[in-house]
């Protein structure tokens, strides 16, 4: 008897990452993508089955596809999960669920139905280390939670080093790209650990002279109701690259790295820093991602991370958008969320 059989949609490269590992755990890959280059090049990592330049000739041959996994532009990740999903056919879909709130709307409404399960691809949820600094904050480590500080940056020109920035989708609006949208991980991570806000202040802007027509720098202040206060800050302009959250509590900061891969604690009573290093490696991430959606494809376990999930983060990127051109701070207030 053969492994479950997943079928591939945008052999780009978190397609082929997602392709490698679920090989790794057993499947057969089909694929799909419009450029017959890439459609090679993810066969010449892992074996396939087949290889279609569109997903609906891909869904209406393979009748025995376990799970499609959507890695296209985001563009098209609303149409394609709907496709999927309507043949009940479950789905891992990457983020951001849609470049506008209203096909994130659509998206869940579908879900809501039961047609088939959908596992959204914020996968910083599955990070060993943000996972221990929430459990960390959760324990009350620092004390109560005051400031939260944000940042996000990595130059888009060092992101695929095998092809011209300028021909990623991340410079093209049409595509869905930009910093607000792609680097959306970390309102999702705002939003996991500390749940809805009640307004939010943003300037989103192309400060840089990268040669692409959508935003490259997002500044957002952001306020919770409990007076907790996070400012996000996103760009794709800087090197070297970073990513750091810092943490103010009462009692003591806590800072989580990337890279160092570390938690640093330091408090009233330990003053000084106090360093955990982690060993784990960028793909473990998808991996955890990977076994949790075969779980899902075999109902023995429900998505922790779903449209309704990406719904709640389009809503604040709307609200960023509002902000940004209307230049004031934009109420979550009695905006219908949940
Ligand atoms: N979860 C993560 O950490 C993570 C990491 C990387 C990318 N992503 C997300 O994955 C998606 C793809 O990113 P990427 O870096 O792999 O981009 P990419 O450009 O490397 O890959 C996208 C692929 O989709 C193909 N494509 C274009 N139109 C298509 C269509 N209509 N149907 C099927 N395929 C089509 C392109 O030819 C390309 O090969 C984006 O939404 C991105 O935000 C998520």
């Known amino acids: 008897m053969h492994?479950?059989?997943?079928?591939?949609?945008g052999s780009g490269s978190v397609g082929r990452r997602h392709?490698?590992?679920?090989?790794?755990?057993?499947?057969?890959?089909?694929?799909?993508d419009p450029r017959a280059d890439r459609r090679a090049e993810l066969s010449s990592e892992v074996p396939t089955v087949?290889?279609?330049?569109?997903?609906?000739?891909?869904?209406?041959?393979?009748?025995?596809?376990?799970?499609?996994?959507?890695?296209?532009?985001?563009?098209?990740?609303?149409?394609?999960?709907?496709?999927?999903?309507?043949?009940?056919?479950?789905?891992?879909?990457?983020?951001p669920i849609s470049p506008e709130l209203q096909g994130a709307v659509r998206l869940e409404r579908l879900t809501?139905?039961?047609?088939?399960?959908?596992?959204?691809?914020?996968?910083?949820?599955?990070?060993?280390p943000l996972r221990k600094a929430r459990d960390l904050?959760?324990?009350?480590?620092?004390?109560?939670?005051?400031?939260v500080r944000m940042v996000i940056s990595a130059h888009l020109a060092d992101w695929h080093p095998w092809e011209r920035?300028?021909?990623?989708?991340?410079?093209?609006?049409?595509?869905?790209?930009?910093?607000?949208?792609?680097?959306?991980?970390w309102i999702d991570v705002m939003l996991w650990l500390f749940g809805r806000p009640s307004w939010v202040h943003a300037d989103v802007a192309k400060l840089g002279q990268l040669e692409i027509d959508v935003d490259d720098n997002v500044d957002m202040s952001v306020g919770y109701r409990n007076g907790l206060r996070v400012a996000l800050h996103l760009?794709?302009?800087?090197?070297?690259?970073?990513?750091?959250?810092?943490?103010?509590?009462?009692?003591?900061?806590?800072?989580w790295r990337e890279n160092p891969n570390r938690i640093s604690v330091s408090t009233e009573t330990?003053?000084?820093?106090?360093?955990?290093?982690?060993?784990?490696?960028?793909?473990?991430?998808?991996?955890?991602?990977?076994?949790?959606?075969?779980?899902?494809?075999?109902?023995?376990?429900?998505?922790?991370?779903?449209?309704?999930?990406?719904?709640?983060?389009?809503?604040?990127i709307e609200a960023a958008r509002t902000s940004s051109s209307e230049g004031r701070r934009v109420s979550l207030e009695g905006v219908q969320l949940e």
């Open 137 to 147: 904050i959760e324990a009350n480590t620092i004390g109560t939670l005051r400031h």
């Open 270 to 316: 330990a003053p000084g820093w106090k360093d955990k290093d982690f060993c784990c490696e960028r793909n473990d991430m998808f991996l955890a991602v990977a076994r949790e959606f075969l779980d899902v494809c075999a109902r023995r376990t429900s998505p922790t991370c779903t449209a309704s999930d990406g719904r709640r983060v389009l809503e604040i």
């Open 235 to 255: 760009d794709i302009l800087g090197r070297p690259h970073e990513k750091t959250i810092t943490f103010l509590g009462d009692h003591g900061t806590l800072i």
């Open 19 to 32: 392709a490698r590992n679920l090989a790794t755990l057993g499947c057969r890959i089909s694929c799909v």
């Open 3 to 9: 492994g479950p059989h997943i079928l591939i949609v």
């Open 165 to 185: 920035y300028q021909d990623f989708f991340m410079s093209s609006k049409a595509l869905g790209g930009g910093a607000l949208l792609d680097e959306s991980h």
């Open 50 to 95: 087949a290889g279609h330049p569109h997903v609906s000739e891909a869904l209406a041959t393979h009748h025995d596809l376990t799970g499609v996994v959507i890695g296209s532009p985001p563009v098209f990740h609303v149409d394609q999960a709907t496709e999927a999903l309507q043949r009940g056919i479950p789905v891992l879909l990457e983020k």
């Open 112 to 128: 809501e139905t039961g047609l088939a399960p959908l596992l959204l691809g914020y996968t910083w949820r599955w990070w060993e």
